[in-house]
């Protein structure tokens, strides 16, 4: 599976940002599909999944009531809105295909994206 995610950028604090991951591979095939994110020095951390079966979706606490995923009219795009930015924010943010376990934890994910950076100064 292939995965590119773009809508990275500059913002200002308490701004917006809708970012974008489009997943190719297997004909007929739906994904789950989750976004984390990894600062400078820091390790990747989770920020949000959709479900491919009834796009359950589930948020880390951090960005719970500010940011959304949500799938597009092609079922393998998925968005990333993301409100009310901050500068601990700031990330490369990646997308992923969740395969199977705990949908928390890093090791349940294959195929990253390459990932696009977002930059929320102060």
């Known amino acids: 599976v292939q995965l590119q995610a773009s809508g990275g950028g500059l913002v200002q604090a308490g701004g917006s940002l809708r970012l974008s991951c489009a997943a190719s591979g297997r004909t007929f095939t739906t994904y789950s599909l989750g976004w984390f994110r990894q600062a400078p020095g820091e390790e990747r951390e989770f920020v949000a999944t959709?479900?491919?079966?009834?796009?359950?979706?589930w948020y880390a606490d951090s960005v719970k009531g500010r940011f959304t995923i949500s799938r597009g009219n092609a079922k393998n795009t998925v968005f990333l809105q993301m409100n009310s930015l901050k500068p601990e924010d700031t990330a490369r943010y990646y997308c992923?295909?969740?395969?199977?376990?705990?949908?928390?934890?890093?090791?349940?994910?294959?195929?990253w994206g390459q990932g696009t950076l977002v930059t929320v100064s102060s």
């Open positions: 959709i479900s491919r079966k009834d796009d359950t979706t």
């Open positions: 992923a295909v969740y395969d199977s376990g705990y949908v928390y934890y890093i090791g349940s994910y294959t195929d």
